[in-house]
C-alpha cells in the first residue's frame, strides 16, 4: 500500500493550497483517511481526518480555514487550505486506515510528506 501526496509549495499569507493523496497498491478497502502536519521540534499534529462516510473533524487552528474531502471510487483524500498563515508553515503527512487485499488486515499507513511554506 501506498500514499502519493501533492500539492505543497510556498505561498504568500492568505493565499491557498490545495493538498491531495491517492492511497494505491493492495487495497480491499481504505476508511479513515486524514491528514497531520509537523514541524521541526515538534510532534506530529491532527490537522483533519474524515471518515468512509465522510464525518469531518478539524484541529481548532485550521477550523473555518481548511477543508478536508475525499474521492472514495479514486481512494483519493484533498485538503483545501485557504486564508493560509505562516504558522501553518509545516510538513504534511497524509494517512489512511486500510484493510490490505493481499493479508485482509487493517493498518494505517502515512504518505510521503509534502512541504508547505507560508511566507509573511
Known amino acids: 500500500v501506498q500514499l502519493q501526496a501533492s500539492g505543497g509549495g510556498l505561498v504568500q499569507a492568505g493565499g491557498s493550497l490545495r493538498l491531495s493523496c491517492t492511497a494505491s497498491?493492495?487495497?480491499?478497502?481504505?476508511?479513515?483517511m486524514g491528514w497531520y502536519r509537523q514541524t521541526p521540534g515538534k510532534e506530529r499534529e491532527l490537522v483533519a481526518e474524515?471518515?468512509?462516510?465522510?464525518?469531518?473533524t478539524y484541529a481548532d487552528s485550521v477550523k473555518g480555514r481548511f477543508t478536508i474531502s475525499r474521492d472514495n471510487a479514486k481512494n483519493t483524500v484533498f485538503l483545501q487550505m485557504n486564508s493560509l498563515k505562516p504558522e501553518d508553515t509545516a510538513v504534511y503527512y497524509c494517512?489512511?486506515?486500510?484493510?490490505?487485499?493481499?493479508?485482509?488486515?487493517?493498518?494505517?499507513?502515512w504518505g510521503q510528506g509534502t512541504l508547505v511554506t507560508v511566507s509573511s
Open positions: 494517512t489512511a486506515g486500510v484493510v490490505n487485499k493481499a493479508t485482509m488486515r487493517y493498518g494505517g499507513y
Open positions: 497498491g493492495s487495497l480491499f478497502s481504505v476508511h479513515d
Open positions: 474524515i471518515t468512509l462516510d465522510a464525518i469531518t
